[in-house]
């Protein structure tokens, strides 16, 4: 797809509800799906998969779908309908946000949804292609199975102890053998990975939601506000609060 060749159409978004369901349809544009808390199961002819944070969806035009919430975890979502030159002949297609960087673009766009200024405008076409640009690249970023495997494993776990031996026991393989064959594939360690996917899990429920700190803390594994502090600092520069206040602050 040729992201300069994409159109965003609208952007809306979709609260949290446990009886939200909608029946099988289609569209004639294409449709990104951003869950932002919650999980969320979708159907299409041949394919069945989930999408919770840090999955992002897309539906191609015309593709028969049916999607509804997660009961036990009522899903949200931004949701962006766009235009475009030409597009992947799949049906749904499901990638992981590496990085989070799709989730704070969603989030941003959807803020500036009603501004009228022609510039601010134009700045919206741009960053839309950028979130097109970073799914399509992610998508493109082929994994090896055990790590998508073992990631899978720690966001399903994630307010769980891991261990590496529990980790490794998961992949089948020896825990030295299992190390050093994780960290060739990725240059990081699994449990550099789990704290990783927890630090991005806790910041995206910061942006997304209104919970407090030291209730986000044991959601995502991180203990505590002190522990959950010392990650943020490692990784974002701030603490978390300090986040909070950044960026809602930046979004008005």
């Known amino acids: 797809m040729h992201v300069t060749r994409v159109h965003l159409l ?7 509800d446990p009886q939200w369901k909608l029946p099988s349809h289609g569209h004639p544009f294409c449709e990104l799906i951003v869950p932002i808390r919650g999980r969320m199961r979708v159907e299409s002819p041949g394919t069945k998969l989930n999408a919770t944070i840090g999955d992002v969806l897309l539906y191609p035009p015309r593709v028969i779908h049916a999607e509804w919430s997660d009961a036990a975890a009522p899903v949200a ?5 766009f235009q475009a030159a030409s597009v992947p ?15 704070h673009m969603s ?3 959807y803020e500036e949804r009603h501004a009228s200024d022609p510039y601010v405008q134009e700045e919206r076409q741009f960053l839309f292609q950028a979130i097109v640009a970073e799914y399509f690249r992610n998508l493109n970023h082929r994994e090896a199975p055990m790590v998508i ?9 994630m307010a769980e102890s891991l261990t590496l031996s529990g980790l490794a ?14 960290n060739a594939l990725t240059g990081r360690t699994p ?3 789990v704290r ?3 630090a991005n899990a806790a910041r995206a429920l910061i942006l997304s939601t209104a919970l407090p700190l030291k209730d986000i803390a044991p959601q995502t594994g991180l203990g505590n506000e002190y522990a959950m502090s010392r990650i943020f600092r490692h990784y974002f520069n701030m603490p978390p609060g300090a986040w909070r206040r950044h960026w809602h602050g930046s979004w008005g």
Not at 77 to 81: A, K, P
Not at 149 to 157: A, L, N, P, V
């Open 10 to 16: 609208s952007i809306g978004h979709l609260a949290s």
């Open 77 to 81: 979502v931004y949701f962006f309908s």
């Open 89 to 103: 002949k799949r049906d749904l297609i499901k990638t992981q946000d590496h990085a989070g960087r799709i989730l």
């Open 107 to 109: 989030r941003w766009l």
């Open 149 to 157: 495997q073992t990631r899978k494993y720690i966001h399903d776990h």
């Open 169 to 182: 026991r998961q992949a089948g393989m020896s825990k030295y053998h299992f190390l050093r064959s994780y």
């Open 191 to 193: 449990m550099e990975d």
């Open 196 to 198: 990783i996917i927890r």
